[in-house]
């Protein structure tokens, strides 16, 4: 991984051709999981759905990245490839995500973060509020048009196992390791992201958020893209900690 990530540093394509491997494997796996035959005994169900909520984690954070304008040094090119990304994560929209998270870096932890809430409310109040922040009824509408329009030719278990539920669970994912947990508590006055990182363990950090656990490394550095948040917590000064 770091050979591959170090090759790819410095080469202009590396962004948008990572992107594009994502959604090659997003799409191609969730083509697999649709066609086979549907056996509610078979174990692979469980690696399916973990597969593609991993990689629905993928989107996003490739969207994310466009967002900060990493995927594609051509501004047209990182913005429809941010679009086609939250397009495919269940509709959402790339424009209010990007004025959203612009916010959530300039003001971190506060009343004016659209990504924080006070932790004292609970966990899932929290991610409540998180959601509220980002979906609309448009997305709802596209998805209900989708899912009984491919549902005349799909199982509709299965677009529920390998189509929604992968989806859903990775929002769950995203504001844990991504928002929750990186800005939760108090943080030291000196701290001007309100973030804290994971303990450095680079394979936990790719498998649980593709490398967002060491949050205060990104928003100290939000123009590296998600592929070398490795080699800038390896660089930085430690902070706090998340055990």
């Not at 692979?44 to 996003?60: K, R």
């Not at 196992?161 to 928002?179: C, D, E, K, N, V």
């Not at 508590?185 to 973030?195: L, Q, T």
């Not at 490398?211 to 430690?238: A, D, I, N, V």
């Amino acid at each position: 991984m770091k050979k591959l990530t170090l090759y790819l540093a410095d080469k202009p394509f590396a962004g948008t051709a990572i992107g594009v491997v994502l959604i090659l494997t997003w799409g191609s796996l969730l083509g697999f999981a649709l066609s086979r035959p549907l056996i509610w005994t078979d174990p692979m169900i469980i690696f399916l759905i973990w597969g593609m909520t991993h990689l629905y984690t993928g989107l996003f954070i490739t969207a994310h990245d466009a967002m900060h304008g990493t995927v594609a040094k051509n501004k047209l090119l990182n913005a429809w490839m941010g679009r086609i990304c939250t397009f495919l994560f269940m509709f959402n929209n790339y424009d209010l995500l990007r004025t959203k998270h612009y916010l959530h870096h300039r003001f971190p932890g506060t009343d004016q973060d659209p990504d924080f809430h006070r932790e004292k409310a609970g966990f899932w109040f929290w991610y409540g509020s998180f959601l509220r922040q980002y979906l609309d009824w448009k997305q709802f509408l596209a998805a209900a048009i989708t899912f009984n329009v491919a549902g005349i030719w799909i199982d509709k278990p299965k677009l529920v196992l390998f189509w929604i539920i992968p989806s859903a669970l990775s929002t769950l994912q995203l504001f844990y390791f991504g928002t929750f947990v990186p800005h939760m508590g108090e943080h030291a006055p000196e701290n001007k992201h309100r973030a804290s990182s994971q303990n450095l363990n680079h394979l936990k950090a790719f498998l649980t958020c593709y490398f967002f656990g060491y949050h205060y490394e990104h928003h100290e550095l939000p123009r590296t893209p998600w592929w070398l948040l490795w080699r800038t917590k390896e660089q930085l000064s430690p902070h706090t900690t998340l055990q």
